[in-house]
């Protein structure tokens, strides 16, 4: 009998959810097996020798990506003004700071 622990319930759900692409399938089929594949889902993994290689993904997904870890940034930047962890040194000063450490 096998228990769903919290682990194994997250990697079916991966695996479940996330396409697997053979480097094999990619290079017979080729980019239709991209469109194949991201038809349904924003993201594939390529596996090589069965390993997990790359990850392809809608540009509209990578757009959304790359917009979340710049409000991330944001956010973060938000958060060390609000707790004074700044400097008004000139970039100069501050690169000579870094150097001198």
Do not use: W
Request: some cysteine; charged content about 25%; aromatic content about 8%.
């Amino acid at each position: 009998m096998t228990y769903s622990t919290p682990k194994n319930i997250v990697n079916r759900t991966i695996y479940r959810v996330i396409k697997m692409i053979t480097a094999n399938d990619l290079k017979t089929k080729g980019i239709a097996c991209l469109e194949e594949s991201l038809a349904h889902q924003p993201e594939a993994v390529i596996t090589v020798r069965g390993k997990e290689s790359f990850v392809v993904m809608k540009i509209e997904h990578y757009h959304y990506l790359r917009e979340m870890e710049l409000e991330a940034a944001h956010y973060e930047a938000q958060q060390d003004v609000a707790a004074s962890r700044f400097s008004k040194d000139s970039a100069d000063q501050h690169v000579a700071e870094l150097f001198a450490e």
